[in-house]
């Protein structure tokens, strides 16, 4: 399997707290990803390292075999130049918690401006592929709807819609159903488990929606303190894990864990 992703020997501290020791981890391309554990087990750290939210301490993040955080000179590795890091960012979009749409620009302009001013995509064509993704998500009659028109789900599907309307090969989700009522959680899963199934973009998301976790991933990483304590098929993890941190872990969502 070709690796898109990959995180050698990277720690990451802020001031005495270190929440990523010595971190390797790979993901393939296309793969998808849960990544699951306790709070401030480092899960979203790795999703804001990929998006150069963060920076790291040690080690080196490859994205597409190309370093991130450095870069290659004929004296050896540097330290990423502002364009270097712009460049790379083309590769990764990413869907926060919280929905982050522009108030002013109803939802086809929120997903249309973006297009236009990073790609500079034409704007004729940037608002026909917009109206493709809104009906991808299922909200294609609420076009013309502004963020507060429009639900907490609605508006996380419009946040997803305009992630994928730069084309990233690496889409990450950041417990998007975080701050949503329970009633809406489900119609974001649904649009995640239709882009994990008709999609070829790799995707890593943090969540804490175990069922959901398990339906979506090729993989599942379960993290505690930093590090990866388990790494497995969901069937695998979610029935039979093998440490005791991981079915420690998964008993507080899952009954019949062995």
Known sequence: MEKIIEFQNVSKSFGDLQVLKNLDMHVNKGEKIALIGPSGSGKTTILRILMTLETIDSGHVVINEDYLWHQQTGSGLVAASEKHLHQMRENVGMV???????????????????????????????????????ALVGLEEKAKHYPHELSGGQQQRVAIARALALEPKIMLFDEVTSALDPELVDEVLNVLRVLAADTDTTMLTVTHEMNFAREFADRVLFFDKGQIVESGHPEKIFTTPEEPRTRNFLKKFIKDIA
């Open 96 to 134: 926060f918690q919280q929905f982050n749409l522009f108030p002013h620009l109803d939802a086809i302009t929120n997903i249309v401006e973006p297009q236009v001013l990073v790609k500079g995509t034409d704007r004729v064509d940037a608002t026909v592929k917009a109206q493709k993704l809104l």
